[in-house]
């Protein structure tokens, strides 16, 4: 089936930094969604990005599915930021969304 | 409010002894799944549904059982529960339109402990 790779699998950062968090995905996608999952364990929808770019706030998210990835960029980041950001894919009719094993992120104030 | 609802959302519960987990969405939404979150394996599917009354297995289905007798509710069970069943689990809706494009939307959680 299909591979869903997260990098950096760790991140801390101090606030005000920016960050950038990469997917890579092993066969061509027609869903792709990140998430943050909050220190409360809930997930909370952040982009659903199959292709191109979009930005909500400081978060933007680009994908390129041609080459198999999608970026996740987090500008002047806040302690709010902390948490686990997943990248999730399914393909073709297939109802199973794939997730990445995750990527933790640490801001220190 | 377009939501997914989950109860309950902690258990702490004994081996053997059954439990039903609920979910339940207001979007009118076809399709359904249930996925565990553990420890370096990520989020996994459990089961899904495509409508009321069609039932899948997904990845992890061993020891689970789901119904989907109306479209809005799909309930996780739980017959005979074992402490590796202990996880975090999610319950995630979205319409049916193109082929699994649609966005998923996923309830708060349920935090499960077997002992």
């Known amino acids: 089936g299909i591979q869903v790779e997260q990098s950096p699998p760790d991140l801390i950062l101090q606030e005000g930094a920016n960050s950038t968090l990469r997917c890579n995905f092993s066969?061509?996608?027609?869903?792709l969604q990140w998430f943050h999952q909050n220190p409360w364990g809930q997930l909370i929808n952040l982009f659903y990005?199959?292709?191109g770019t979009k930005q909500n706030g400081r978060l933007s998210a680009t994908t390129v599915a041609t080459e198999r990835y999608s970026l996740l960029y987090i500008s002047s980041s806040q302690t709010t930021d902390s948490g686990v950001y997943f990248c999730?894919?399914?393909?073709?009719?297939?109802?199973?969304?794939?997730f990445g094993k995750g990527m933790k992120l640490t801001v220190n104030p | 409010e377009a939501q997914v609802t989950q109860n309950p959302r902690y258990l702490i519960t004994v081996t053997g002894k059954k439990l039903t987990v609920t979910c339940s969405q207001n979007?009118?939404?076809?399709?359904m799944s249930w996925y565990r979150q553990d420890p370096g394996l990520g989020l996994r599917q459990i089961y899904y549904?495509?409508?009321?009354?069609?039932?899948d297995k997904g990845d992890v289905p061993e020891g689970y059982k789901v119904s989907r007798k109306e479209k809005r509710n799909f309930p996780l069970i739980l017959e005979s529960p074992s402490p590796n069943q202990t996880s975090l689990y999610f319950c995630?809706?979205?319409?049916?339109?193109?082929?699994?494009?649609?966005?998923?939307?996923f309830g708060p959680g349920t935090r499960l402990t077997v002992l």
């Open positions: 995630a809706s979205r319409d049916k339109r193109d082929r699994g494009t649609s966005l998923r939307h």
């Open positions: 066969d061509s996608v027609n869903n």
């Open positions: 990005i199959p292709s």
């Open positions: 999730a894919v399914s393909q073709g009719g297939s109802e199973k969304l794939v």
């Open positions: 979007m009118n939404h076809e399709y």
């Open positions: 549904s495509m409508n009321v009354e069609v039932t």
